[in-house]
């Protein structure tokens, strides 16, 4: 099965009982037993184990071309599972300089509590990644394209230097989506998702997903999703699942949207900077070609003037609601500085370009001449 097949068909089949084409919501925490322990099709309670989230489980895996899926509660359920499953005290690892705000914090408020220590570099250049191996480094978690800064990382070339170290590779693909970039085939250990955002697509349901060929490290992940247990409900792994079967066309729609909305702000005389790795002025465009399938649905752009202007340019947008996160249907709009970002130390933003005036666009499937016309709209009323 191909891409739009899989999301659709994987381990959907008609319910043999009923002729349902649509997986059940299977809303119940626990399941009958024919004897203790002798269970009827394997389920004994949900947060181990719900037939709703198996299906998800496997449509997930079989998009990234993994062997083993495991879906969360959210995003940072899955990022946390997997740190705990496979990582103990004493432990070093390479995070990505501009990867999530909570990522960051994650690995800088929490897991440094429990004796692993992280290191924060720009993957655009590999030699980075290679400088920062220490003989503790155990792993690596990394974005690309970056949030918010849309930097695109070599995969190939890092997972490359990974091996030669014996470190786990994980690639958070959330903004790429499987369907425009897939880390499993270029030898990642593991694709890590928020399905909150593109997988999902329609921003009514937080969750996340790792998915994974190896089975050592799915047997320890399996046992770390129960363990921790933040696991998805039935009906949160019901509306994921329902949200991925539109994914393809969804991503088509989103990059071919940003592509052109990308191009006019490039020539937009009050926009200072644009980033978006589908325009050529953007310092990975060719990276980013071989790599990924488009360039997605996120755009970043640094405003002429100040952050009074920023703000007049938000309140006069009318589409573009102003909200965290990224990846639905509808056009978003956020200043990172204040927003995604704000867990990140002020010398860390001032570093990566997250300024009062970059403003991120997550650009939804509405038609592109109402985003056009409200972007024009509202930078001539900002100044
Ligand atoms: C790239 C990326 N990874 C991970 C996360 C965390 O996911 P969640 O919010 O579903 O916990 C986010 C959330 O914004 C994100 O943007």
Known sequence: MKFSTIAIH???????????????IYQTTTFAQHAPADMIAGYDYSRSGNPTRTVLEKVLAGLESGAH??????????????????????????VGDDVYGGTFRLFDKVLGRFGISASYVDMTDP?????????????????????????????????????????????????ATPYLQKPLDLGADI???????????????????????????????????????????????????????????????HVRTAQALAEFLEGHEKVQEVFYPGLKSHPQHELAKRQ????????????????????????NLRYFTLAESLGGIESLVEIPAVMTHASLTPENREKLGITDTLVRLSVGIEDLEDLREDLDGALKAAF
Request: charged share 20%; net charge positive; no cysteine.
């Open 10 to 24: 994987e381990a959907q089949e008609p319910d043999p009982v009923t002729g349902a084409v649509i997986t059940p």
């Open 69 to 94: 899926g495991f879906a969360f509660a959210s995003g940072m359920g899955a990022l946390t599972t997997l740190t705990m499953a496979l990582l103990k005290a004493g432990d070093h690892v390479i």
């Open 127 to 175: 030699a980075n990644f290679r400088a920062a191996i220490t003989p503790q480094t155990k792993m690596t978690v990394l974005e690309t394209p970056t949030n918010p800064m849309l930097k695109i990382a070599d995969l190939a070339a890092l997972i490359k230097i990974a091996k030669e170290h014996n470190i786990i590779t994980a690639v958070d693909n959330t903004f």
């Open 191 to 253: 694709a890590l998702h928020s399905t909150t955002k593109y997988i999902n697509g329609h921003s009514d349901v937080v969750g996340g997903a790792l998915i994974l060929k190896d089975d050592t490290y799915a047997a320890a992940i399996r046992f770390h999703q129960n363990a921790l247990g933040a696991t998805p409900d039935p009906l949160a792994s019901w509306l994921t699942l329902r949200g991925l079967k539109t994914l393809a066309v969804r991503m088509e729609q």
């Open 292 to 315: 990924m399938r488009g360039p997605g649905g996120m755009i970043s752009l640094r405003l002429k003037g100040d952050a009074a202007t920023t703000n007049k340019f938000l309140k």
